[in-house]
């Protein structure tokens, strides 16, 4: 059931459409919670008078266990009628692996449509990372993961299951429109006055002689329409090297769905570790899904001590994607502050509690 909404008093401006936003909330497992609760006080601090309501999802493993309902069909039609969805963390020891990934999270991103998974990598300042040779400008990057099929569509099957002679198929699906989407949405995003015009395609075309020919294919095509924009491809495992070794090589890239996800966990460890990595899950014309792109941290959760800035970062891309850019700035700087004030930051320390990062944001942002 999707809950209650939130009541607000203060003097309120409309989405252009003259009905406050509506943004769909799904806490999730693990720390999950902990997190957007911290990502709401920001999204307050600096919402001024954009009204918004916020739609509670009760989902996750919680939900699972207790009615054998990972996504029921209206949760997900009443998901269809939002203006954006934040999403803490979803999985859980207790429930078998693939339940929650597959039938809840999978199943969000493909419903929608969401077919960018669009991750900045972002070394915000004084921030330490595990390769004390980056300088600070040397990491700043996005990456432009295709979202909707590859190795994720889930095509393939056991032959033989059980046996001795047993057969396990898992296809990587790659459409002509599926490709030329995300290549086409990774080309205008290089065009963006932010980014610096250069578009790598990360595969690997040595081997994956197939789904790697027709990701190069489309991007020489569509070299012709983006003239401005230079290219470059790199393979996936190269890439992981470069990541240490001269990210600066990279401004955006765009790449399939596995490949995107693994690089992207050392992207952000580049960036100072998972805790501050954010992501969005997009549909240009439809809603998108903005997580942090870390797990549930199940060793972490209830403690106090998960670091918020992801799920804040989060927060900040949705109301961009919203056209909202004065209050994502404002979080983008709250961020930033909040990284100098904890510059003895490292993966999985921080110094301070969970809820005293937030805080840290809300003062700078408010601003
Ligand atoms: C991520 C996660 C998911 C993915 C899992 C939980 C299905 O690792 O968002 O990167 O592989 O996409
Ligand atoms: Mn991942």
New binding site residues.
């Given amino acids: 059931m999707t809950a209650a909404v939130a009541t607000e008093v203060r003097p309120e401006r409309l989405s252009a459409d003259q009905r406050p936003y509506r943004i769909g909330v799904i806490r999730g497992d693990g720390t999950g919670p902990e997190v957007i609760a911290e990502a709401l006080k920001v999204l307050d601090a600096v919402r001024d008078d954009i009204a918004i309501e916020l739609i509670e999802f009760d989902l996750g493993a919680d939900r699972y266990l207790r009615t054998g309902q990972t996504l029921p069909d209206e949760d997900l039609e009443t998901m269809r009628g939002l203006d954006g969805i934040l999403l803490g963390a979803v999985?859980d020891p207790r429930v078998p692996p693939g339940v929650l990934?597959r039938d809840l999270?999978?199943r969000i991103r493909f419903a929608l449509d969401q077919f960018v998974n669009l991750r900045p990598v972002i070394r915000f300042p004084g921030v330490q990372t595990l390769v004390p040779s980056h300088a600070e400008d040397d990491v700043n990057m996005v990456v432009v993961r295709e979202n909707s099929e590859g190795l994720y569509s889930g095509v393939g099957g056991f032959h033989r299951k059980g046996t001795r002679h047993e057969v396990a198929v898992q296809s990587s699906v790659n459409t002509r429109h599926g490709v030329e989407r995300i290549v086409r949405y990774a080309f205008e995003y290089a065009k963006r006055p932010e980014r610096r015009r250069h578009l790598t395609l990360v595969h690997k075309t040595n081997v994956l002689t197939f789904a790697g020919d027709l990701y190069q294919r489309v991007v020489n095509e569509l070299t012709a329409e983006y003239p401005d924009v230079t290219t470059d491809y790199v393979h996936v495992d190269s890439a992981c090297i470069y990541f240490l070794d001269q990210p600066s090589r990279f401004d955006v890239i765009v790449t399939d769905n596995m490949f995107g996800?693994i690089i992207?966990d050392l992207g952000a460890m580049i960036q100072g570790g998972m805790g501050i990595a954010a992501g969005g899950n997009i549909n240009p014309n439809g809603v998108s899904m903005f997580e942090p792109?870390g797990?549930t941290a199940p060793s972490e959760t209830g403690k106090g001590t998960i670091n918020p800035l992801a799920a804040v970062g989060a927060t900040g891309m949705l109301l961009a994607q919203l056209g909202e850019e004065r209050a994502a700035a404002r979080i983008d700087a709250g961020i930033r502050f909040a990284c100098t004030k904890l510059a003895s930051m490292r993966a999985g320390e921080m110094g301070y509690s969970t809820s005293e990062v937030g805080d840290l944001v809300v003062e700078a942002a408010s601003q």
């Fill in positions: 999985g990934e999270l999978l996800d992207t792109i797990g």
